[in-house]
């Protein structure tokens, strides 16, 4: 590491030990168990078994327009922190599945006999009764010190089936984990789809006046929670993009005047500039193989697109338009790259070969285009539209079927939930005066047909959100 | 008649600007208890001009612009000793990342201009602020167009 990046590393903070990242799979490696049907039920549901007539099993275009009832009742305690545990666990799994839009958690106020017991089988006609579909029950056990199981059960009320048990051992501190994996395993089993509640977001958090705005690097859980600043603000950080598997991001950092894409290691706060180029840098994305980072360099009259290998792979120019090539990011398969340029006059969106080569124009509607991010389902591309008014919208990779998601004076930078299904950017309102009072940046989600569009709440200023992969 | 007049304006405004390139007006030395330190960074800005316009999403230099670039070449060349950073930096009514690159593009372009006109191209750096370091802090026109620019400080 240089010097100059020596002497930075005090910038950072670093993280709490007992903040420390910890892997799904060491969370719950041999740790979690398959819990079976309680015996009494005939024919209780296998895993890849076909819906039963009336199942809360259905896809997300259905729930969309009729998200699943569900009874969350709270997760029963042994006792003590054991019994918080239990209500803040059912808590989180309750506030992921209301914001994805596609579950209608029933309002326990309803509930008839109050909580079931974990492993007996519920009585299915008192939740029929309320309208559930479905039913989530569990319970959570102190094992000593700081080690608890949590066990949960996921019912399918009306054909009277368990469709989902699992016992987690881990340590209390963990409990949001378990609560997002939790949530996960239900979005998959009732839509059949990955969720994405355990993930995170790398966002940068503003504050201060806008001409001497402090931006710094910061993270959270997707639900706003665990929120942690990763940079103390002694100098710009901007654009923070998730590593595919390693706890590491690449962003933007205006260290010593010298505005250049780092890496930033999560597990220990390490920072280190990315490559040794003479220009700026900036606008950095992981390949999907995690291997390299494509970027854009400045040059006399605009920037290049520049693919760096992280092991000494060296640096590769894949455009050489004397335009603004920027914002690049691969197709999830690897084999293409969208960026964004002006090529042609004014900012529009491109797609060109992962070798450079067979540039093509995908944007042709009203106004300029910025920001091409392609869905990790790779079947859209998300961008940010700029007009009068500023928009968030998708279009699919050949540049058809373009939608706009969500308008407004100044929205940017969308990024996707890891399953694809959600997207999250950050809106702006103007100032309403001369010394910039009334400015504000905030996050938003909302689902990728445009619908449930809602805040995503930090505790300070909010912009350039990067959502994370689900968690090893 | 009218055209004679207006020639007769062009011509006196080519004789000043060629006045300020070629052969500086020395400084009129000021009272010591009043104005800038002549050479210092505030006698950049008050009278030189320290930075230059640009309309929206582009980077090229207009008039007005290149006549404050020729103000502030002919500075530098009194002022040998000094080094500058020209900073570039966009309005709000652009994409991040795209701004970035903008505003590199017109620090580039101001620092190419004085490069041009006789400065060391090793006393000037370049940097971009994209959108991050407004002037000014509305979110209007007016706004807008003060904060597209290219800003000369002394370093």
Known sequence: ?????????????????????????????????????????????????????????????????????????????????????????????????????????????????????????????NWKAIGAQALVTGKVESQGGDKVRVEFRLWDVLPQQQIQGTAYTTTQSNWRRIAHIISDVIYERLLGEKGYFDTRVVYIAGSGPRDRRVKRLAIMDQDGENNRFLTDGGFLALTPRFHPTRDQIAFMSYVNDKPRVYLFDLGTGRQQMLGNFPGMTLSPRFSPDGNSVIMAQTNSGGSDIMLVGLNGGGARRLTDSGAIDVSPCFSPDGTQIAFNSDRGGDQQLYVMNADGSGVKRISYGRGRYATPVWSPRGDLIAFTRIGETFAIGVMRPDGSGERILSESFYCEGPTFAPNGRVIMFWRETPARDNRGNGFSARLVSIDITGFNERAVSTPTDASDPAWSPLLQ | MNIKILGAFAAVALLAACSNTETPTPTPSAPVTAGPVPGSQEDLVANVGDRVFYDFDKSALKPDGKATLDRQAAWLAKWAQNNVQVAGNADERGTEEYNLALGQRRANAARDYLVAKGVSSGRITTISYGKDRPVALGSNEQAWAQNRNAITSVR
């Open chain 1, 1 to 125: 590491m240089t010097n100059e990046a020596g002497e930075t590393m005090s910038n950072f903070i670093k993280p709490p030990s007992t903040q420390r990242l910890i892997g799904r799979r060491g969370l719950v490696a041999g740790t979690a168990g398959i819990l079976a049907a309680p015996a009494i039920i005939p024919g209780a549901a296998h895993a890849q078994a076909p819906a039963a007539p009336n199942s809360a099993v259905i896809d997300v275009n259905r729930a969309r327009t009729d998200p699943i009832p569900v009874a969350i009742p709270n997760l029963v305690g042994s006792g003590g922190d054991a019994d918080r545990l239990g209500r803040d666990i059912s808590g989180v799994i309750t506030n992921n599945l209301v914001r994805s839009g596609l579950f209608r958690p029933i309002d326990p106020a309803a509930f008839i006999g109050g909580a079931a017991n974990a492993g007996d089988v519920p009585n299915f006609q």
